[in-house]
T-cell receptor
Framework: EDQVTQSPEALRLQEGESSSLNCSYT??????LFWYRQDPGKGPEFLFT???AGEEKEKERLKATLTKKESFLHITAPKPEDSATYLC????????????FGKGTMLLVSP | GAVVSQHPSWVICKSGTSVKIECRSL??????MFWYRQFPKQSLMLMAT?????????EQGVEKDKFLINHASLTLSTLTVTSAHPEDSSFYIC???????????????FGNGTRLTVT
């Protein structure tokens, strides 16, 4: 069974204080690992897809990396508007189109 | 591009009534749409996969007679919660993969969800 574990559950940062969110996964053959951002009462917003170990993707203050067991979402010099829940999801080769999500990390950035 | 619109954004209904939620892909065709449910501080749980022109595929433990899914066109899927009960109160989110993207590992695009409260 595919599993995704995200840590920490919640993270509070001061504006400008860089940190990383972790997503550990077990999957029977990784087709893709996805990062989403979710604001309260909204649907998830797509951020990145990573396909193979060693791959990195960047977008503004966010950078996602991938190993064979985990992915990190690095947030550099965060701003209050980066406050959201960040979700990680995996898609297995055997699971046609479906994603398995973690519970997310709730990030709060204080000014 | 790749906008998914979900309606209504919130609904309150009485126990025993039925509620229909619509999910539309606005600027792309979606042969497959997915319906998720999310409880507070929990991950998104896949309920069913909706394929245009055919029956939906339900995940284990999801009652197909209670959660009716119809995918009548390449841009519209509906979820009807029949005979709703308070335990059905949740955040329901639909998602779709753009047909033009083709690949099975292209990202899902999500609607903004529907908050259902059953009293």
């Amino acid at each position: 069974e595919d599993q995704v574990t995200q840590s920490p559950e919640a993270l509070r940062l001061q504006e400008g204080e860089s940190s990383s969110l972790n997503c550990s996964y077990t999957v029977s053959g990784l087709r893709g690992l996805f990062w989403y951002r979710q604001d309260p009462g909204k649907g998830p917003e797509f951020l990145f897809t990573l396909y193979s170990a060693g791959e990195e993707k960047e977008k503004e203050r966010l950078k996602a990396t991938l190993t064979k067991k985990e992915s990190f979402l690095h947030i550099t010099a965060p701003k209050p508007e980066d406050s959201a829940t960040y979700l990680c999801a995996v898609q297995a080769h055997s699971g046609y189109s479906t994603l398995t999500f973690g519970k997310g990390t709730m990030l709060l950035v204080s000014p | 591009g790749a906008v998914v619109s979900q309606h209504p954004s919130w609904v309150i209904c009485k126990s025993g009534t039925s509620v229909k939620i619509e999910c539309r892909s606005l600027d792309f065709q979606a042969t497959t749409m997915f319906w998720y449910r999310q409880f507070p501080k929990q991950s998104l749980m896949l309920m069913a996969t909706s394929n245009e022109g055919s029956k939906a595929t339900y995940e284990q433990g999801v009652e197909k007679d209670k959660f009716l899914i119809n995918h009548a066109s390449l841009t519209l899927s509906t979820l009807t919660v029949t005979s709703a009960h308070p335990e059905d109160s949740s955040f329901y989110i639909c998602s779709a993969r753009a047909r033009r993207e083709g690949s099975y590992n292209s990202p899902l695009h999500f609607g903004n969800g529907t908050r259902l409260t059953v009293t």
